[in-house]
């Protein structure tokens, strides 16, 4: 049940990411991420009121840390892929979001994994490096501030994953709800940082708004459930089990997410997989299956 609901975790970010890209080629992605975060409390509020939760300090306290960190991990990786190649960085940050919470469940919380289930999870770990990889076209050098941004990047991906691991099953969606509530909130300033930077009537308006483009709108609603419905998913496998034997497993799976992005890419937009990328699948595939029998 865990290696279930971490990949389908993983396939909901990476589904969501494809989309949020394509809304991006349309307008800023900060105001795509904007509109995909607000969009994304309704199917929480819904799955609050069928599956109930309680706004205790600690999923008040948690909900908040997951929020700033994932806030954080969207805005620097934003920043690392404007100023260094993508090609390196993505897999950058997909990799350090793995390292911390894996090395911090293994060190500090007492994960106890079999030999084979340690291998299982390097040979993962190198598969989400393979799978990010994507080719840049941009020219970017690579630099010290690209690196260190999208470590931090990372960084804040994977606090979003112990923040949740540190929640208790009893509080429900609630600390999911906090944690959005919290991640719109940061991304709308940021919209209006942008927005006090634009000049004209104009501006501000195509700034703000996706328009009436119905298919765009449909882009950012179905962006904004699945990466709602992946955090559900993630902490559900989260607590499928003792939360320091399961926090490394759920760490790497999660990170696996640019599968579901490489995969919607190759079927609607055709775009054709690299050599690199299809022995990351292959790679991925095999360590979920090993960590699915140990």
């Known amino acids: ?10 396939l909901a970010y990476g589904f969501a990411d494809f989309l949020g890209g394509l809304a991006s080629r ?7 991420t904007a509109w995909a975060a607000l969009i994304g409390l309704v ?5 609050l009121a069928v599956l109930g939760g309680q706004f205790t300090t600690n999923a008040l306290l948690w909900g908040v840390i997951a929020g700033v960190s994932g806030s954080i991990g969207v805005l620097m990786l934003y920043t690392a892929l404007a100023v260094g190649p993508m090609s390196v960085l993505s897999p950058v940050t ?4 793995v390292i911390v919470p894996v090395s911090i469940g293994l060190v500090f919380a007492g994960s106890q994994l079999s ?3 340690v291998v299982a999870i390097i040979v993962a770990v190198v598969a989400v490096a393979l799978v990010g990889a ?24 994977g606090g979003l994953v112990l923040a949740y691991a540190a929640t208790a099953p009893e509080d429900g969606l609630a600390p999911l709800v906090v944690a959005r509530i919290v991640q719109a909130a940061v991304m709308w300033i940021g919209v209006a940082v942008v927005v006090s930077r634009e000049r004209g009537r104009q501006g501000v308006a195509a700034t703000l708004s996706p328009g009436r483009s119905g298919r765009l709108w449909v882009q950012l609603a179905i962006c904004g459930t699945l990466d709602a419905s992946a955090n559900v998913l993630i902490q559900a496998a989260l607590h499928s089990g003792a939360t320091a034997d399961v ?8 990170a696996l997410y640019p599968i579901g992005t490489v995969i919607l890419a190759a079927i609607v937009l055709r775009e054709r997989l690299t050599l690199l990328q299809i022995i990351g699948l292959a790679l991925a595939l095999t360590a979920s299956a090993v960590l699915a029998t140990t």
């Open 26 to 32: 349309s307008i800023r992605p900060i105001v795509a």
């Open 247 to 254: 926090l490394p497993v759920v760490s790497v799976l999660n």
């Open 94 to 97: 997909s990799v350090v979001s």
């Open 43 to 47: 199917p929480l509020f819904v799955g």
């Open 134 to 157: 994507v080719k840049d076209r941009s020219g970017s050098r690579l630099t010290g501030r690209g690196l260190v941004t999208a470590g931090v990047a990372g960084c804040g991906f």
């Open 115 to 117: 030999a084979l289930g």
């Open 1 to 10: 049940m865990t290696i279930l609901l971490g990949l389908s975790g993983a």
